[in-house]
């Protein structure tokens, strides 16, 4: 058979890995990182990756029973605020920590080479080789901050509670640490002083509404992370020609959607039967390009619209009476966008 290489250990390449072993295929991973490791994230997973990661074996495994299950939501704005509202599908919150370390744990266990800290350089790849390398950085103009760290636990309103103040959000759920997770984003062209070494102060600030339950907390210092120059809601840009992409390399989706992990997982379930041809010899490289960016456009093109008008309505909505409003309908809002946008 012929060997795949795959570029990046995020969720995308690492259950490409797996589920590509699980064919027998030769494959070797190169992650410029290490496991386990932090990541920026809300860490809130719904949709289809629950079924996936289930299927690759995660649910009883090496994470346990560990995952906590998050059932109920609620929507904060300044002066506004829905009630505790049902989600339409159970959800899991577990960090990204466990997550990841534990995807490459299967992944090695079922013969996978894992390269840890191995850089390779951006550009086109060869036949055989899969861009799983994440978001592209851009430049700092017109985009995002984000920001995540564990806080002890604090009691919560919802299993997820998502916070909007002007054109910032804070998203909060307990992890399976017991642990409260905490992951903001924030336009960069606001001045921020201070965020690294007194993030529960800064948030306070930003998110009146927490300031009281966040102020002064002892933080997971080295749970925090961040990430710059964040930019999402582009659509999808699969590179024309001979390269397949998976990911958040394809096109990433707005994070208060909480669905871009499931992204990932469904991209490398696309992507692993066509790499299995071609490992196999069945099919050209050309024709897995073709079929592999085929797939996404069919299966995310309508997904990734609603989660950008999503993302516009809930970020742009500053005046009172939207925010009102969106308070009074998120019953009935709600489940039409998480529906939409998985
Ligand atoms: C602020 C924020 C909050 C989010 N919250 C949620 C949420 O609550 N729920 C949800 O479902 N999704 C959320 N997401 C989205 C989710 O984190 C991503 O969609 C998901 O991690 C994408 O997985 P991936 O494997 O495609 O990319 P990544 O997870 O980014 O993995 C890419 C990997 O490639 C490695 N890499 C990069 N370049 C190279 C290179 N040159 N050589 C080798 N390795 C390389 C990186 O180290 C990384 O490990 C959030 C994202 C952000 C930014």
């Not at 090695?108 to 994440?134: F, Q």
């Not at 336009?187 to 339950?213: D, I, M, W, Y």
């Not at 071609?278 to 085929?294: F, H, K, N, P, T």
């Amino acid at each position: 058979m012929r060997p795949v290489v795959i570029v990046g250990g995020g969720l995308a390449g690492l259950a490409l890995g797996i589920l590509l072993r699980r064919q027998g295929v030769p494959v070797s991973l190169h992650e410029a990182s290490h496991y386990p490791r932090h990541r920026v994230c809300g860490e809130f997973i719904s949709g289809e990756g629950i079924e996936i990661l289930d299927a690759l074996g995660l649910r009883g495994g090496s994470m346990g029973s560990h995952v906590c299950l998050a059932r109920t939501v609620k929507f904060l704005f300044s002066k506004h605020a829905s009630t505790t509202l049902p989600l339409p599908h159970e959800a899991w919150s577990l960090s990204r920590w466990t997550l990841d370390a534990a995807l490459a744990d299967r992944f090695e266990g079922l013969g996978g080479t894992l390269v840890t800290h191995s850089r390779i350089r951006r550009g086109a790849l060869e036949p055989g080789w899969v861009d799983a390398r994440g978001r592209r950085r851009r430049g700092e103009s017109g985009a995002w901050l984000g920001v995540k760290f564990h806080l002890p636990t604090i009691p919560l309103e919802a299993d997820l509670e998502m916070h909007f103040v002007q054109r910032q959000y804070v998203g909060l759920c307990r992890i399976e640490t017991g642990q409260t997770n905490l992951c903001a984003l924030i336009p960069h062209a606001l001045p921020l002083r201070n965020l690294a070494s007194q993030p529960t102060r800064v948030l306070g600030e930003l998110f009146p509404r927490l300031k009281s339950r966040i102020e002064g907390l002892e933080i997971d210092k080295d749970s925090f992370v961040s990430v710059s120059a964040l930019h999402y809601g582009g659509g999808s840009r699969q590179a024309p020609g001979h390269s397949v992409q998976i990911g958040d390399a394809v096109g990433m989706i707005p994070p208060l959607t909480g669905n871009g992990m499931s992204l990932a997982l469904e991209s490398a379930r696309l992507a692993a039967g066509p790499m299995g041809a071609w490992s196999r010899d069945l099919l050209d490289w050309g024709e897995v390009c073709r079929q592999i960016q085929q797939a996404h456009r069919q299966r995310f093109g309508r997904r990734l619209a609603a989660a950008r008008w999503l993302q516009f309505a809930l970020i742009r909505s500053s005046s009172g009476w939207i925010q009102s409003w969106l308070a009074k309908g998120a019953p009935w809002l709600m489940p039409i966008g998480f529906r939409w946008t998985r």
